[in-house]
T-cell receptor, first 115, second 115 residues
Framework: AQKITQTQPGMFVQEKEAVTLDCTYD???????LFWYKQPSSGEMIFLIY??????QNATEGRYSLNFQKARKSANLVISASQLGDSAMYFC????????????FGQGTRLTINP | DTGVSQDPRHKITKRGQNVTFRCDPI?????LYWYRQTLGQGPEFLTY????????KSRLLSDRFSAERPKGSFSTLEIQRTEQGDSAMYLC?????????????FGSGTQLSVL
């Protein structure tokens, strides 16, 4: 069965610093996809970045990059040059071919950016 | 593109009452998902549709819950005989079916409070 673990309930970072949000996953399926979503206080989940299990390079999307370590089953999100607007909940999620179409989410990390 | 919209944003009801939520997906999306999110947790999958067909239901979805997607457009989620444990944010998402990298677009959710 798929499982996502986010061990940091909360993170506090100074504005303009880089921050790494941890995510580990578990699946027996060699084919899977990993996602990060941001959830501001408005409630809407916003897609940030995707990494496929067979992708050779780490995914990047603007200030977001994914540190994918397949052997360790980790998919950490790195946010460079953090901004006040980055304060939100962040969720790691995965889908594998055995889990049909559903995305399985972790418990999330609340990120607070301090001015 | 107006995104995924959900109605109502908030619903307060008394235990034992029935409630119905509506979700309007992005117009060209053929898949529609319902998730439930309780405070401090990540979203949990409830059910999904491809066009008008309901293809998977979670064991979380008791027989008091029913979802429909007539004509493959908007969807409704009904909860009968509500219980206090049903209090949660109900999130709807839509997507285009495309494999492991299928990206879900979420609405802002309906916050249900059962008194």
């Amino acid at each position: 069965a798929q499982k996502i673990t986010q061990t940091q309930p909360g993170m506090f970072v100074q504005e303009k610093e880089a921050v790494t949000l941890d995510c580990t996953y578990d699946t027996s399926d060699p084919s899977y996809g990993l996602f990060w979503y941001k959830q501001p206080s408005s409630g809407e989940m916003i897609f940030l970045i995707y990494q496929g299990s067979y992708d050779q390079q780490n995914a990047t999307e603007g200030r977001y990059s994914l540190n994918f370590q397949k052997a360790r089953k980790s998919a950490n999100l790195v946010i460079s040059a953090s901004q006040l607007g980055d304060s939100a909940m962040y969720f790691c999620a995965m889908r594998d071919s055995q889990g049909a179409q559903k995305l399985v989410f972790g418990q999330g990390t609340r990120l607070t950016i301090n001015p | 593109d107006t995104g995924v919209s959900q109605d109502p944003r908030h619903k307060i009801t008394k235990r034992g009452q029935n409630v119905t939520f509506r979700c309007d997906p992005i117009s060209e999306h053929n898949r529609l998902y319902w998730y439930r999110q309780t405070l401090g947790q990540g979203p949990e999958f409830l059910t999904y549709f491809q066009n008008e067909a309901q293809l998977e239901k979670s064991r979380l979805l008791s027989d008091r819950f029913s979802a429909e997607r007539p004509k493959g457009s908007f969807s409704t989620l009904e909860i009968q005989r509500t219980e206090q444990g049903d209090s949660a944010m109900y999130l709807c998402a839509s997507s285009l079916a495309q494999g492991l990298n299928e990206k879900l677009f979420f609405g802002s959710g309906t916050q249900l409070s059962v008194l």
